[in-house]
């Protein structure tokens, strides 16, 4: 069975080499950066354009603006109503939408090839001319506000909000991504062209392009289209610290007939040495039906409906959570059982065919993860965005490869031997 994991491993590998093609990257004449990924296959191009303007940078009076300046973008131009928005992008093929996230806010248009020089003047459109229309700033703050309530009947999302206000405090990263309803009610147009000046100016803007399609043709549409984007107040990354005191457990009412377990411990940045090493052991407790907690909590003793581990990748500080959905008459049991496992992890190496398991799981992942040309324009994005440099996408691998039992043993001391937070929902809690 591992020779044949193995062997489609190493297939998907040369497949993804093949069609990854080269890296380039050049600079429109406004200073505006394009990484320009030439791929074999299908026919098909997707372009991405972001901004580091996000989440990070946002405060307690605007929180969730750069995720409703994005949505708004994206529905009309000065130039383009709804309607005719909407139309002209599905008539060459085309999707267009959103994403923004705690590092990064952006939008990815993926289309035909022979449709680019279209695709970019309508892309273009949509980042210099948004119309930030009242009835449908209205309509999206509704649609915000509904959303952030729904979050509440999901038991997951109820005790990630709440280890995450917590853990943060009043940093930027303390609230979820599309704000709170306070915040998002409270925003108005003129807001919105203000946060858009400073997050879609050239200073600012990053286009990441990845697909079957002649670089000449690409500089040629991005310059013409792109290239007249002004410069602006350039980003900068903040500095904050976190140095405020943490509870230590917090019991939450819930309306739920499970019990929930949130348990983190504060973890460094992407730019950290251990980073990558915290990947590892991410993937050793967590994430798979043979990890450490799935296989202690739920197969062995029966104790989790659903567990896992997580190390969000932030450029500030993260951190590294346990999670457990479980019957409320184990969470005394589960938490003693947790904390055992953990103190049982520092003080032994993992295992060599473990470690080994580890890695080839991690890069399997990895490497269908990147199948398409729109999550290849996205991650050479996204790295580019927090610092890494796109290249590092395609030597993350080796980073992984190098980490080796002694490395994982030193970060889960460093990691796992400091105080954490836990939060819990308890149907049994008084409000």
């Given amino acids: 069975m591992k020779k044949i994991i193995g062997l489609f491993i190493l297939f998907q590998f040369v497949l993804?080499?093949?069609?990854?093609?080269?890296?380039?990257?050049?600079?429109?004449?406004?200073?505006?950066?394009?990484?320009?990924?030439?791929?074999?296959?299908?026919?098909?191009?997707?372009v991405r354009v972001v901004t580091p303007v996000s989440v990070i940078v946002e405060g307690e009076n605007n929180a969730g603006i750069s995720s409703l300046t994005a949505r708004l973008m994206a529905k009309a131009t000065k130039n383009r109503s709804v309607e005719t928005l909407a139309k002209d992008v599905d008539n060459i093929g085309a999707d267009l939408y959103s994403d923004t996230d705690y590092d990064m806010s952006g939008f990815?248009?993926?289309?035909?090839?022979?449709?680019?020089?279209?695709?970019?003047?309508?892309?273009?459109?949509?980042?210099?001319?948004?119309?930030?229309?009242?009835?449908?700033?209205?309509?999206?703050k509704k649609d915000t506000i509904a959303g952030l309530n729904s979050r509440r009947d999901s038991i997951g999302r109820t005790a990630s909000d709440n280890f995450i206000k917590l853990f943060y405090g009043t940093a930027p990263y303390s609230l979820p991504v599309p704000g709170s309803e306070k915040t998002v009610s409270a925003m108005t147009s003129?807001?919105?062209?203000?946060?858009h000046k400073y997050s879609y100016n050239a200073s600012n803007v990053l286009i990441s392009i990845a697909g079957n399609i002649d670089e000449k043709i690409v500089k040629k549409s991005l310059e013409k289209y792109f290239g007249n984007i002004e410069t602006g107040k350039k980003f900068e990354t903040p500095v904050w610290k976190l140095d405020f005191k943490r509870p230590e457990k917090v019991d939450f009412a819930g309306k739920f007939n499970q019990a929930y377990i949130l348990q983190g411990f504060s973890a460094p940045s992407l730019s950290d040495k251990d980073f990558v090493t915290l990947k590892v052991i991410n993937a050793i407790l967590g994430g798979r039906m043979t990890?450490?907690?799935?296989?202690?909590?739920?197969e062995k003793l029966g104790l989790a409906y659903e567990v896992n581990a997580?190390?969000?990748?932030r450029i500030m500080e993260s951190y590294f959570a346990v999670y457990i959905g479980l019957d409320k008459k184990n969470i005394s049991l589960t938490l003693n059982r947790i904390d055992e496992i953990l103190k049982d992890f520092r003080s032994k190496e993992v295992d060599a065919q473990e470690l080994k398991d580890t890695k080839t799981y991690i890069k399997g992942l990895y490497i269908m993860d990147r199948q398409t040309v729109g999550k290849r324009s996205y991650y050479h994005a996204w790295r580019e965005i927090v610092g890494q440099g796109y290249k590092y996408d395609?030597?993350?691998?080796?980073?992984?490869?190098?980490?080796?039992?002694?490395?994982?043993?030193?970060?889960a001391n460093r990691i796992f031997g400091e105080q954490s937070l836990t939060v819990i929902i308890n149907p049994e809690t008084k409000k």
């Fill in 310 to 313: 997580v190390y969000p990748s």
């Fill in 108 to 140: 990815n248009m993926s289309f035909l090839p022979e449709y680019f020089d279209k695709a970019c003047e309508i892309f273009a459109d949509v980042i210099i001319n948004p119309l930030f229309d009242e009835n449908e700033l209205n309509f999206e």
């Fill in 291 to 298: 990890s450490v907690l799935f296989m202690e909590l739920r």
């Fill in 190 to 195: 003129d807001n919105l062209n203000d946060w």
């Fill in 394 to 411: 395609e030597k993350y691998l080796d980073d992984v490869e190098n980490v080796t039992a002694q490395d994982i043993k030193r970060v």
């Fill in 16 to 46: 993804v080499q093949n069609a990854g093609g080269a890296m380039n990257d050049f600079t429109l004449k406004n200073g505006i950066k394009v990484i320009f990924n030439k791929t074999g296959g299908a026919n098909v191009v997707s």
